[in-house]
RNA sequence: GGUCCCGUGGUGUAGCGGCCUAACAUGCCUCCCUGUCAAGGAGGAGAUCGGCAGUUCGAAUCUGCUCGGGAUCGCCA
């Protein structure tokens, strides 16, 4: 053993095996726990590698021992001594150092402790402001170390495969212009510009497209992004994604990267998931018809159906208005729910609500019926079931493929409402009867998404994913008639019913790209003052390019199987956006706002 | 901005109108102990129950407001 890892320590801890019995080492890290005997001490030691038994025994070095006494948790401490087997009976199988121990002559104290405010640990379940308030000893438990490591293998496969893919990592600025439409900005005073203001970019987008225009070809960044939007589980006020742009590409060019560098990621970070390949691919009106929503969970059944018009021959009023009135009436098989009492079914129907549903009309087959054709009034149970004859249920039923034993769950109303209603249900009713399985990671690339969608409140059209992204060419002519029917050439990726990406081929000429300004409403005025530098660029030759922004966050969440984004962002915010730790945002000196010109005009209480 | 859940020694919980001058576990401190690894044994310190106001003879326990954390809707091109 002639090694060195640093000057302070030759092995780390978790490495010795019984291979290295009687060889001499140094190590160093942190007290994980002592058990004092009295005349003999036990420390395990912890560093990033794991833990280590290192023995104090008065007959090897009474100094050694004597100062041992005094060790407490989470001291920092270097230790020499020789690798040992564990007397027989004495090994702990459930340390991959086990079999040995370090039997210690000498021991430094490199630094004191005092009492952590939580042990270092994965079982203890503490307060999430205790732990961002310490987020450097919550950092220490092994999960969170597991965690960093994760994180950085994924962007370190990124930056492999992507360049050899011959991207090129350029980094954009931080502080950059306000654009105010989407998302609220983080917003910079400047000095030098008295009154003026830079904004922390919401994403590169501008940026990635004028350096396609700069002829880089392929970029990429893992860039940071900033939102002043309120936080979620899986929102942060500022969060991380990998950006990349391709020139003289279509949209499976855009794809086939991704899914080839996922798929990847997937198979080498987390080998006992399995991954779906190819993705799924579902054009945005299928995931709309078949699940409700654009980004579908399709680890599970439970797909939706339409039964507005059949419906629409009963005698429910309900039914009957909704159908006249335009909307639709749609529901999913809740397999083997049929059995469900009255407390479960008012939870789900107050769990609709909640998602905006008016009601939840459900209608439960008896498992005793022997089939849907020999249903008999006594099978069905429902709260409209006066309304609901055993010849319209036999029609729904097997509409919806419910058969005996089964619950039918049916929301009537406009369309965007029913499939919001039924998309949530659907996920919770997965939740619900455990048909979720979490080893299993399952992408979907749903495309073709309309351009732009109808506000009703500012009764205008909005851009449905972002500005820039290319009208299908086949569809340029309902730009001026029907906007509202455009499809563009723009796609999300999907994974296990979160959004993780979304892409697109963007517009690259100036005339097109003013068009859709122009549906949206902006004056000549906003459209040169925000979109100007790149409106320009466009006019000097500019590639058809196409590229997509990935939520790095949310990707390692769903590998490391947490809910929250937060566990995976070594420094995350609260809810509140705030920093326990450093306890930003805070008040500035007075000299600073004065350098920059800034009056502060506190809420009136 | 709305709705819901949570807030008790360092940490995690119990107590949910008087039995609480607040319990348990763990951590911490002192002493004993040569094979422990959830070490063990003996002893000890430590919280007025997030804050404020109210109801009541009496509040950790009920009510209101407020602060903080979380979930969610709005919001997030």
Request: charged share 25%; net charge negative; aromatic share 8%.
């Amino acid at each position: 053993m002639n090694r060195k890892i640093t000057v302070y320590k030759d092995t780390n801890c978790g490495e010795p095996r019984e291979s290295m019995v009687d060889s001499q080492i140094t190590v160093a890290g942190w007290v994980h726990k002592r058990r004092d005997h009295g005349n003999l001490i036990f420390i395990d030691l912890r560093d990033r590698s794991g833990l280590l038994q290192v023995v104090f025994n008065p007959e090897f070095s009474t100094a050694a021992h004597d100062l041992a006494q005094s060790l407490r948790s989470e001291w920092v401490i270097q230790v020499t001594g020789k690798v040992v087997s564990r007397l027989s009976g004495a090994e702990n199988p459930d340390l991959p150092t086990g079999a040995v121990e370090l039997s210690a002559t000498d021991l430094v104290i490199l630094n004191r402790a005092i009492t952590p405010p939580f042990e270092v640990s994965d079982d203890v379940e503490v307060d999430l402001n205790t732990r961002l308030k310490y987020r450097f000893m919550d950092l220490r438990r092994p999960r969170m170390q597991e965690i960093l490591k994760l994180r950085h293998r994924v962007t370190h496969m990124m930056w492999d495969y992507l360049t050899e893919k011959e991207f090129t990592q350029v980094e954009t600025p931080i502080l950059i212009k306000s654009t105010p439409e989407g998302a609220r900005d983080y917003v910079v005073p400047s000095r030098v510009h008295p009154g003026d203001f830079y904004a922390l970019p919401q994403s590169p987008q501008q940026l990635k497209q004028l350096l396609m225009v700069s002829g880089v070809e392929r970029y990429f960044q893992i860039a940071r992004c900033f939102r002043d939007e309120d936080l979620r589980a899986d929102r942060q006020p500022e969060h991380t994604q990998l950006d990349l742009e391709m020139s003289f590409v279509h949209q499976d060019d855009v794809m086939a990267v991704v899914e080839e560098l996922y798929t990847r990621i997937v198979k080498e970070t987390v080998p006992d998931v399995a991954v779906n390949g190819p993705f799924v691919r579902l054009t945005y009106a299928e995931s709309m018809e078949r699940f409700g929503t654009d980004k579908p969970d399709i680890r599970f059944g439970m797909e939706l159906t339409t039964i507005t018009e059949i419906a629409a021959t009963s005698d429910a009023r309900v039914f009957q208005a909704v159908a006249s009135s335009g909307g639709s009436i749609r529901g999913f098989v809740a397999p083997g729910c049929g059995n469900y009492g009255r407390r479960q079914t008012d939870d789900l129907t107050e769990f609709a609500k909640s998602s905006g549903a008016q009601g939840l009309v459900f209608i439960a087959i008896d498992e005793s019926a022997p089939s849907i054709d020999a249903l008999e009034d006594d099978h069905i149970k429902s709260p409209l079931k006066k309304f609901l004859s055993v010849d319209v249920v036999k029609k729904i039923a097997p509409e919806m493929g419910a058969g005996p034993g089964d619950l039918m769950l049916i929301v009537a109303g406009t369309d965007k409402l029913v499939n919001t209603v039924l998309s949530n249900l659907r996920n919770e009713m997965a939740k619900r009867l455990e048909m979720v399985d979490r080893k299993v990671l399952a992408f979907v690339w749903v495309y073709d998404f309309p351009l732009f969608e109808w506000d009703e409140d500012l009764k205008k059209f909005e851009p449905a994913h972002h500005v820039f992204s290319s009208p299908k060419s086949e569809h340029m002519d309902y730009l001026d008639t029907d906007p509202g029917k455009v499809i563009g050439t723009l796609w999300d990726l999907v994974c296990n019913g979160s959004e993780m990406g979304s892409g697109s081929i963007r517009i690259h000429d100036k005339n097109l790209q003013t068009r859709l300004f122009n549906i949206i409403g902006y004056t000549e005025e906003q459209i040169s003052d925000r979109f100007g530098q790149l409106l320009t660029a466009f006019t000097y030759g500019a590639p058809p390019h196409g590229g997509m922004g990935l939520g790095l966050d949310r990707f390692v969440a769903i590998l490391a199987g947490e809910d929250a984004i937060r566990e995976v962002i070594a420094f995350p915010k609260t809810q509140s956006a705030f920093d326990p730790l450093f306890e930003a945002p805070s008040r500035i000196e007075d000299q600073q706002l004065e350098d920059l010109h800034i009056r502060v005009v506190m809420p009136k209480v």
